[in-house]
């Protein structure tokens, strides 16, 4: 049977001469980003605004705008109604009820239920949520934290394991992917709310895993060949690398194209969030993290640590592909 | 590389089987493993987001525990400087600024009311030996006792201790199934009800502190005064929103006959003459002794039962109670003397609680997600099942074993400990179907290379297991550093999506490296082949 290859074999494609264009493309797409999260800011969800989120679904798609002046009469504050999935489903949000006990909330809730329900025969309500400002507060500081943290841990980990250059570029790279996603959040209006948080979080990781593998081709390279030039061993190792970026990419991307159209209405922006966090990561382990390698003077060292030798290690080995310095 | 001792083969498929086996109960209809009795079987427990219900983040004020800590202590300082001879009188006594002064008649008694006080403000805090409060003396007659920072927070911790127990027994009482009540925190508590219809009785019933009293009504009181709110010398007027007389008010006397500590027992049955739903309840001996004496001099007039200054209800009283047992009747509903029983039952909540954060979800979205989600997963193992097949043809298969083994042992490792699928949690999974066979994808690329560069093929694929495993100890390292982070800080369903991540991360690294391994070997022993497909 003859085997599929989505990527061909001896590849050999000069990722770092395309260095400079590629930088200058990020830093333009990562200003881009930065600009329209603080222009536009993002929507965030019930979780950490505070407020009130009620979902309904309806027998038939309703009328917005009358939707709209039957919340409104509630006299509840302003409400924004959101489609979600399909056109049957709608949110709407309120903001946080004033004199904020418990109570309120809940007659708040039955008075929109009922009016609905009215104006709209047939129409079920799915769930609702409520958060407190206090609440939600805390959850945007723990939000944060996390992602911090786990750039940081990641980062140590790197240094640890491999050398500050690694360390400092996995962490770039990161924020490189932090930023294009919280980009794309601002740009298209999506609700950011805390199971997004939970997506950026996989992407980190996710994303770091795909570094991680080019990293550590890049050291084994340092060590199998001591005098060549590293942008060649960035080269080389990104090449061949690069089929199993393109495989595990690819089968990533195909669990999360079924998630994203059979999931549930309810995982679709969590699912959007991680699809885009594997292109980007993906692009930014190629451009962002092995190319800064670079950049930061990484170079093989002159005396280092004995390799690990076995049998096999030391067997021959056949000619590399790119020419030596 | 091909010396794979059978030892080692039998433990990996012992622990696969021990592990899919336990899958098993989850997978079946709750029905069937119902039957099975007392052999265990433990389940995945499912999420409120996909089996509907009602999520509750209920929140106590800490200063209202250091507020009425600091009425407590007043009131044990007026005893007990009473209590024993010579009596220390004592005047001018504060709670202002969180701190209780007062001043001592007599200077002369200084120490010993420094004694007493060392009696009751407790030897100290825990293991530390901090004190619950520092005493000062100021100006030589005047006591100060301030609250330490140890003290209060071994109160907070108490109190809310016992909030978390009263909270679980109300809701017990309500009869739903499986609630999770968790204390979180300093000073917050989750409650997790499964399923619930009416999240409003819930919230109803944990909102109450449930400060109970009975008293005596004054009947003295004329419409008018009601109304004006004005209350005959000794007396006070109530909210009474059932009042069978109109006005939504009533005056009762000012002292408690009886206070719900002294309360025993509570519960809604029926009256044997009017088969109607009544109220039994049972007060201690001291309380039982107490309320014959006041119903003996009260008979015929109404007393009022009192849950957190609003009056209840208000039987008259027909006959002296004695033996401490009594029957409530009036226009109860079942419902509503089953919910008066409960309030009276399960005690008072040490500090007020409220509600800051609340979800509920209908059953038929938490279904429907249950059901995509399944779709999606099925869809997703199948997807990648395929593609790993045409890319690494046999390697391609062990991969696809390890994967739908993998799957299995995450389910079965979930029920294992207790864990909850949440809809996020259901993205995990698909998520680490994924990248479960990226360990593989690295194994097999890297065998592939290696036969590019000459090898032999036992040398290509034990290069390409050595060589890829460490990448894979490292990547997946890194990916576990952002899981734990996530379990940590992630509240609710993040926490779900962590925990499914993580198991993910342990067991696929199991079933990608060494399952297929041991595939690998035993077929290259077997066969021996020259060239490989790969």
């Known amino acids: ?325 | 590389m091909l010396d794979f001792p059978r030892w080692k083969v039998v433990s990996i498929w012992l622990t696969i089987a021990v592990l899919c086996a336990l899958a098993i109960p989850s997978l079946l209809p709750q029905r069937i493993t119902d039957s099975w009795g007392s052999f265990p079987h433990p389940r995945i427990n499912l999420g409120l987001d996909l089996a509907g219900g009602s999520y509750l983040l209920l929140e106590a004020d800490v200063n209202d525990v250091a507020t009425s800590r600091l009425e407590t202590m007043r009131e044990q300082v007026q005893t007990e400087m009473r209590r024993q001879d010579p009596r220390i009188e004592i005047g001018d006594i504060s709670t202002r600024g969180g701190r209780l002064s007062f001043l001592l008649r007599n200077p002369a008694q200084v120490d010993a009311a420094r004694e007493r006080l060392l009696a009751i403000t407790g030897g100290g805090v825990g293991m530390t030996g901090q004190r619950e409060w520092d005493i000062q003396v100021v100006d030589s007659s005047r006591l100060v006792l301030t609250p330490t920072q140890a003290g209060l927070t071994q109160a907070v911790d108490t109190a809310m201790g016992d909030a978390t127990e009263v909270v679980r027994r109300r809701i017990d009482e309500l009869g739903t199934r499986e609630p999770t009540i968790i204390r979180q925190g300093t000073n917050r508590i989750v409650v997790q009800v499964p399923g619930l219809q009416n999240p409003q009785a819930l919230k109803d019933l944990l909102g109450k502190t449930a400060k109970l009293e009975f008293k005596l009504v004054d009947e003295t009181a004329s419409p008018q005064q009601l109304v004006a709110k004005q209350a005959p010398a000794g007396s006070q007027v109530l909210a009474y929103p059932t009042n069978p007389a109109g006005i939504p008010l009533i005056a009762v006397k000012r002292s408690a006959i009886l206070t719900g500590d002294q309360l025993t027992d509570a519960r809604q049955e029926f009256s044997q003459q009017t088969n109607e739903p009544q109220v039994a309840i049972t007060f201690d001996s001291q309380g039982g002794r107490k309320f014959a004496q006041v119903t003996r001099e009260n008979v015929n007039k109404p007393f009022a039962i009192i849950l957190d200054n609003q009056v209840i209800s208000a039987p008259n009283i027909n006959e002296p109670i004695l033996g401490g047992r009594a029957q409530i009747s009036g226009s109860f509903t079942t419902e509503s003397a089953n919910a008066l029983a409960i309030a009276l039952r399960s005690g008072k909540l040490p500090v007020a609680l409220k509600v800051v954060e609340e979800s509920t979800v209908g059953p038929d979205l938490g279904a429907e997600s249950i059901r995509a989600g399944i779709l999606a997963s099925a869809v997703a193992v199948a997807l990648v099942v395929a593609f790993m097949l045409v890319t690494y043809g046999r390697f391609g298969v062990y991969a696809n074993l390890a994967v739908v083994i993998n799957v299995f042992v995450i389910v079965g490792v979930l029920a294992l400990i207790g864990g909850t699928l949440t809809l996020p949690g259901i993205a995990g999974f698909v998520l680490t179907i994924g990248t479960a066979v990226d360990a593989n994808v690295l194994i097999n690329e890297r065998i592939r290379e290696e036969r590019r560069r000459g090898r032999t093929v036992s040398q290509a694929i034990e290069l390409g297991y050595s060589e890829a495993s460490r990448t894979i100890f490292e990547a997946n390292m890194t990916h576990a550093i952002s899981g734990i982070i996530m379990f940590i800080l992630g509240s609710g369903p993040v926490k779900g999506f962590a925990v499914v991540l993580l198991i993910g991360i342990a067991t696929s690294v199991f079933t990608a490296v060494l399952f297929t391994r041991m595939l690998t070997v035993q077929w290259l022993r077997r066969t021996k082949p020259k060239t490989i497909n790969i």
């Open chain 1, 1 to 325: 049977m003859k085997l599929l290859k989505l990527v061909p074999d001896h590849t050999n494609i000069d990722f770092v001469r395309l260095r400079g264009w590629a930088f200058g493309l990020t830093l333009l797409l990562s200003v881009l980003a930065v600009g329209v999260t603080f222009y536009k800011g993002l929507n965030f969800g019930v979780d950490f605004e505070g407020g009130l989120m009620i979902e309904e679904r309806f027998a038939t798609p309703p009328d917005l705008d009358r939707l709209r002046d039957v919340v409104d009469a509630q006299g509840l504050g302003e409400a924004s109604l959101q489609q979600f999935g399909d056109p049957r489903t709608l949110t709407i949000r309120l903001p946080v009820q004033e004199g904020a006990d418990e109570g309120a909330t809940n007659a708040a809730v039955k008075k929109v239920e009922t009016a609905i329900g009215q104006a709209f025969p047939g129409a079920t309500f799915s769930r609702y949520s409520t958060i407190s400002g206090k609440v939600s507060g805390e959850l945007i500081r723990n939000g944060v934290l996390a992602v911090v943290l786990a750039v940081l841990g990641i980062g140590l980990f790197a240094i640890v394991r491999f050398e500050w250059q690694f360390g400092v570029s996995t962490i770039a790279a990161i924020v490189h992917d932090l930023v294009m996603t919280l980009g794309f959040f601002a740009l298209t209006q999506f609700e950011f709310d805390l199971n997004i948080v939970a997506a950026v979080l996989t992407i980190i990781g996710y994303s770091i895993n795909d570094k991680i593998v080019i990293d550590d081709r890049i050291r084994e390279n340092m060590r199998r060949y001591r005098k060549m030039d590293m942008r060649e061993i960035v080269n080389l190792s990104v090449n061949e690398t690069l089929p199993r970026t393109v495989m595990t990419s690819v089968t990533i991307l195909l669990a999360l194209a079924a998630l994203l159209f059979l999931g549930g209405h309810v995982l679709r922006g969590f699912t959007a969030a991680m699809i885009l966090g594997i292109v980007v990561g993906t692009y930014s382990s190629i451009y962002v993290s092995s190319s800064l390698l670079i950049t930061l003077g990484l170079r093989a060292d002159p005396t280092p640590e004995k390799v690990k030798t076995s049998a096999i290690d030391n067997a021959e080995r056949v000619a590399p592909r790119t020419p030596r310095a």
